[in-house]
């Protein structure tokens, strides 16, 4: 039933919506020039693909993502 509803009401799963905006943090955090970022920024990487690894093998940015979980959740 809380499914129909969030579908009914366009709103995505909690943990859908915390994939999306950690995959749109880390990628702005790995992109940054920021010295102490630098330092992080394989560890964040790493992070997005353990993330887009959850959802398909080929996705390559957060933009992606969102579109294979809006598509998955609503369409399916």
């Known amino acids: ?4 509803c969030q ?5 995505l799963l ?3 919506l915390i994939d999306i905006h ?3 943090f880390l990628e702005k955090f790995t992109s940054s ?3 102490i970022c630098s330092l992080f920024a394989k560890q964040a ?7 887009f690894l959850k ?5 390559k940015s957060s933009k992606q993502l969102t579109n294979i979980i809006v598509y ?3 369409c399916m």
């Open 1 to 4: 039933m809380v499914t129909d």
């Open 7 to 11: 579908r009914q009401f366009r709103f």
């Open 14 to 16: 909690v943990s859908y």
């Open 22 to 24: 950690t995959t749109k």
């Open 33 to 35: 020039e920021n010295l």
């Open 45 to 51: 990487s790493d992070n997005i693909q353990k993330i």
């Open 55 to 59: 959802y398909r093998n080929n996705i």
């Open 72 to 74: 998955t959740f609503f």
